[in-house]
């Protein structure tokens, strides 16, 4: 199925609301689309120990928001990277970006030091100019190539008002799932930590019980996935969200589903999406 104009898309929900699987679903289903989560890429910098993973543990695992100006520059450098903008140039220091961290063997307690340093002094530099090397292109390609879903971003409206500038999302998809039901859900998720997979006891279970399907490796559940931990992550995702969906609401581009489950969100999901670029 070809698309017949660019796909800028991303998908707004609460935490463990399904938005991983709806974008994994949409990938496959689309391969056009390219993909991008903030949050796997910050899982993957805390876990690497890179200047912005150490800088940043400590926030997600209180179930905090990191800064959005970081946030915000560091995704549109991977965007331009990625090719996703009709032009731009690659930034010194991205979200995956392993030359300023030393490798995770060779830590001590010097060189944490020396790396929180770096990244203190790099996000004050964004404090005193928060759009430098932001604006990676003013025109965003409308070719089909050009495709992409942005799965956890932007959190707030003042992160997609500044994104508007760099490259218009062209829909959002707001997927609700009850409260109960998403805590029911979380209790249940497991993760192989290297690969990012996700599995669930209740509806996607591994094949053999706490161990990865592909490397029998050992699941585990993510920090940020304790009860008190998450009830603080979506207070915030709730303080956020209503103001961002405004805004989409306001520029006509934004699209709500609802459902108990990711099986019924998914057909709704996929009519909906060839309806607007098929």
């Known amino acids: 199925m070809r698309l017949r104009r660019a796909a800028r898309v991303i998908l707004v929900g609460a935490p463990g609301v399904g938005k991983g ?134 959190r707030t409206a003042p992160q997609a008002e500044r994104l508007d500038d760099i490259v218009p999302i062209n829909w959002a998809v707001s997927i609700q799932t009850p409260f109960d039901v998403i805590m029911s859900r979380i209790a249940s998720r497991w993760v192989h930590e290297p690969s990012g997979r996700v599995y669930n006891t209740g509806f996607h279970p591994p094949r053999v019980p706490g161990r990865d399907d592909v490397t029998g490796e050992p699941l585990v559940q993510r920090s940020d996935d304790g009860e008190e931990v998450y009830k603080a992550r979506f207070r915030k995702f709730q303080e956020t969200s209503e103001p961002l969906l405004e805004h989409y609401a306001r520029k006509g581009v934004l699209w709500e589903v609802s459902g108990l489950s990711s099986d019924e969100i998914s057909p709704k999901l996929f009519r909906e999406f060839e309806k607007q670029f098929l």
């Open 21 to 154: 699987t709806q974008s994994e679903r949409l990938l496959a289903r689309f391969p056009q689309l390219s993909a991008i989560s903030s949050g796997d890429l910050l899982r993957h910098n805390v876990k690497n120990r890179t200047p912005l993973g150490i800088k940043v543990e400590g926030t997600m695992k209180t179930g905090g928001l990191v800064s959005d100006d970081l946030i915000l520059r560091l995704i549109t450098n991977e965007l331009g990277q990625r090719g996703w903008l009709s032009s731009g140039r690659p930034n010194v220091m991205t979200l995956s970006s392993s030359s300023a961290a030393t490798p995770s063997e060779t830590f001590d307690g010097s060189a944490t030091a020396a790396a929180v340093q770096g990244v203190d002094a790099f996000m004050s530099s964004l404090e005193m100019n928060p759009h430098a090397d932001a604006h990676l292109s003013t025109t965003a390609s409308d070719d089909p190539s050009a495709s992409f879903l942005l799965d956890g971003f932007p």
